[in-house]
């Protein structure tokens, strides 16, 4: 997780001090270093947690004639194979992948999104054109949020544009996007896709990139998911698929950690992760308190205790295993934080107890490995999204 933030402006100079507070409330996403970076009509802000190469990953990054600048969250996992098809174009400096998505971007253009097998939320500012595009990945793994309020700025997270306006512009934003609470009270997994709590902030969307010029702000999506393209073929084999899956996301210079329930998306993640690489803990939620709301079997902590199945996996993976204790009036007041750190209100209670069992993990892991989406990908959910 790194943070990244921008401002755009070709009427007004750039205001230095504002990049400064977008970087500084980031810092939190990225405690390995910080980087800014003031170019004609642009100004880029990056804070850093470094997964690949260590010391020479810092950004912003330019391409070698110093045209193409870029700010860059996520991890593209077949960065190597993409390296060796652009090698002949393109004097590499460092072996991490912020380089050659840049790469890729002035090879191919936005054609090189299609070729990304990873998660990723990026700007490229381009010198010479005067113009930048922001894109995100196609599930939208990785965040970020844009506002033309003004001028055009971006931010990993919708909230630091909400603090960083002027003062008029922060008073309506804080008023609140109607058509986002709408979305979140009528259907809250879903909301939160297009339009931040915040309003006149935007998320980018799944598949989704912006170009920006002198001419404007126009929108287009490079990718549509469908995850599944053939009606009624017979299932396929998927443990090569899942195995490759998982050996690719282990591409980091730092042990990557597990969150292991004991069921079966997550100790598949956790059995070939650790497997493959024999570093990084897991954790599991432990809830206290649940006897007491037993009477509510609508309830996560009323019928779930993942304690016995997690520990039995984790022996039979000879992984180092941590339980994190949550109490379910004590840690009420974490709601607050869960919500600020989501940028939604919690819809379930597990919302909070992820938001501290992620706390304990991050005192020994920079990155953690999970089971997601498993349900909607390969049990055919389907949630009112429109």
Request: charged letters at 25%; aromatic letters at 10%; glycine letters at 8%.
């Given at each position: 997780?790194?943070?990244?933030?921008?401002?755009?402006?070709?009427?007004?100079?750039?205001?230095?001090?504002?990049?400064?507070?977008?970087?500084?409330?980031?810092?939190?996403?990225?405690?390995?270093?910080?980087?800014?970076?003031?170019?004609?009509?642009?100004?880029?802000?990056?804070?850093?947690?470094?997964?690949?190469?260590?010391?020479?990953?810092?950004?912003?990054?330019?391409?070698?004639?110093?045209?193409?600048?870029?700010?860059?969250?996520?991890?593209?996992?077949?960065?190597?194979?993409?390296?060796?098809?652009?090698?002949?174009?393109?004097?590499?400096?460092?072996?991490?992948?912020?380089?050659?998505?840049?790469?890729?971007?002035?090879?191919?253009?936005?054609?090189?999104?299609?070729?990304?097998?990873?998660?990723?939320?990026?700007?490229?500012?381009?010198?010479?054109?005067?113009?930048?595009?922001?894109?995100?990945?196609?599930?939208?793994?990785?965040?970020?949020?844009?506002?033309?309020?003004?001028?055009?700025?971006?931010?990993?997270?919708?909230?630091?544009?909400?603090?960083?306006?002027?003062?008029?512009?922060?008073?309506?934003?804080?008023?609140?996007?109607?058509?986002?609470?709408?979305?979140?009270?009528?259907?809250?997994?879903?909301?939160?896709?297009?339009?931040?709590?915040?309003?006149?902030?935007?998320?980018?969307?799944?598949?989704?990139?912006?170009?920006?010029?002198?001419?404007?702000?126009?929108?287009?999506?490079?990718?549509?998911?469908?995850?599944?393209?053939?009606?009624n073929a017979p299932p396929p084999d998927l443990h090569p698929f899942l195995e490759d899956a998982v050996q690719r996301s282990m591409v980091s210079d730092v042990p990557v950690g597990y969150l292991l329930s004991g069921g079966v998306d997550s100790a598949l993640v956790t059995r070939l992760g650790y497997g493959h690489t024999g570093r990084g803990n897991a954790y599991t939620i432990d809830i206290h308190g649940r006897d007491r709301f037993a009477e509510n079997r609508d309830s996560l902590w009323a019928v779930a205790d993942d304690v016995p199945y997690a520990a039995r996996a984790a022996k039979i993976f000879g992984v180092p295993h941590y339980l994190v204790s949550i109490d379910r009036l004590r840690d009420a007041r974490h709601i607050e934080e869960a919500a600020l750190?989501?940028?939604?209100?919690?819809?379930?209670?597990?919302?909070?107890?992820?938001?501290?069992?992620?706390?304990?993990?991050?005192?020994?892991?920079?990155?953690?490995?999970?089971?997601?989406?498993?349900?909607?990908?390969?049990?055919?959910?389907?949630?009112?999204?429109?």
């Amino acid at each position: 997780m790194c943070g990244i933030a921008g401002i755009i402006d070709y009427e007004k100079p750039l205001d230095r001090d504002v990049l400064e507070q977008m970087q500084v409330a980031l810092r939190h996403r990225g405690p390995d270093g910080q980087g800014l970076r003031m170019l004609p009509h642009a100004g880029l802000a990056h804070t850093r947690l470094s997964l690949l190469d260590l010391a020479r990953g810092s950004q912003p990054m330019h391409s070698p004639d110093a045209r193409y600048w870029i700010v860059y969250n996520g991890e593209v996992y077949n960065f190597r194979e993409l390296r060796r098809d652009l090698r002949d174009s393109w004097d590499f400096s460092t072996d991490c992948d912020t380089e050659v998505v840049l790469a890729a971007w002035v090879a191919w253009g936005r054609r090189c999104l299609t070729q990304f097998n990873g998660m990723f939320a990026f700007f490229v500012w381009d010198t010479r054109e005067e113009k930048g595009w922001l894109a995100r990945d196609l599930l939208g793994i990785k965040p970020v949020a844009w506002t033309n309020e003004g001028n055009f700025r971006f931010a990993s997270e919708a909230r630091v544009l909400a603090i960083t306006q002027g003062a008029a512009t922060r008073e309506a934003a804080m008023q609140g996007d109607k058509l986002s609470i709408l979305e979140y009270f009528i259907a809250p997994h879903c909301s939160g896709v297009a339009h931040s709590m915040f309003a006149g902030i935007h998320y980018l969307e799944p598949g989704q990139y912006l170009e920006i010029s002198r001419a404007g702000v126009t929108s287009a999506f490079w990718g549509d998911y469908n995850p599944h393209p053939v009606v009624n073929a017979p299932p396929p084999d998927l443990h090569p698929f899942l195995e490759d899956a998982v050996q690719r996301s282990m591409v980091s210079d730092v042990p990557v950690g597990y969150l292991l329930s004991g069921g079966v998306d997550s100790a598949l993640v956790t059995r070939l992760g650790y497997g493959h690489t024999g570093r990084g803990n897991a954790y599991t939620i432990d809830i206290h308190g649940r006897d007491r709301f037993a009477e509510n079997r609508d309830s996560l902590w009323a019928v779930a205790d993942d304690v016995p199945y997690a520990a039995r996996a984790a022996k039979i993976f000879g992984v180092p295993h941590y339980l994190v204790s949550i109490d379910r009036l004590r840690d009420a007041r974490h709601i607050e934080e869960a919500a600020l750190a989501n940028e939604l209100i919690p819809v379930l209670e597990e919302e909070t107890a992820l938001h501290r069992l992620y706390e304990r993990a991050a005192r020994d892991q920079k990155t953690i490995a999970v089971g997601e989406i498993a349900d909607e990908t390969h049990l055919r959910v389907s949630l009112p999204v429109e």
